[in-house]
């Protein structure tokens, strides 16, 4: 993993913690989460198939990857609000960092911010499932590049 790619990731996972930790509440949290679902550019209903769904999630999640070894880009779109923040929040961990950043970087994030303990077991295994599948990808491109 690229010590810049790594840290980089590191960067925006602290920033995340910061920016929960200047919330009040998790009432305001789970608006912050809403807020930041909305501004997830939203995916086109051909990219709404079968084979970008998500399996393990209650909600329905959408999940396109593109890019390669060295930089992965994905795109994810969600019919619930509260999970399109986090899709958003792991995206910006995620996007645009090297197949081995994704597959090596843990989203440490999740529990520094208390985001374990607030979701729902579904809900958390869902992003498990979100961080699973971006691994799969990072994991395919990096078979692919040899």
Not at 31 to 56: C, F, M, V, W
């Amino acid at each position: 993993m690229s010590g810049s790619d790594r840290a980089a990731a590191e960067t925006v996972q602290q920033q995340i913690i910061e920016d929960f930790a200047l919330l009040q509440d998790w009432s305001e949290r789970y608006q912050y989460l809403i807020d930041l679902g909305r501004q997830l550019p939203p995916l086109d209903d051909s990219e709404k198939t079968e084979a970008n769904l998500l399996h393990g999630c209650q909600s329905q999640v959408w999940v396109v990857a593109s890019g390669d070894a060295d930089c992965l880009h994905f795109r994810a779109a969600s019919d619930a609000a509260i999970v399109s923040g986090l899709i958003a929040l792991m995206l910006k961990v995620y996007d645009g960092r090297s197949a081995e950043t994704v597959l090596e970087m843990k989203p440490d994030f999740i529990s520094s911010i208390g985001l374990d303990r607030h979701l729902s077991s579904t809900r958390n295994n869902g992003l498990a499932a979100l961080h699973k599948r971006l691994q799969a990808e990072a994991a395919r491109r990096l078979a692919a590049a040899g």
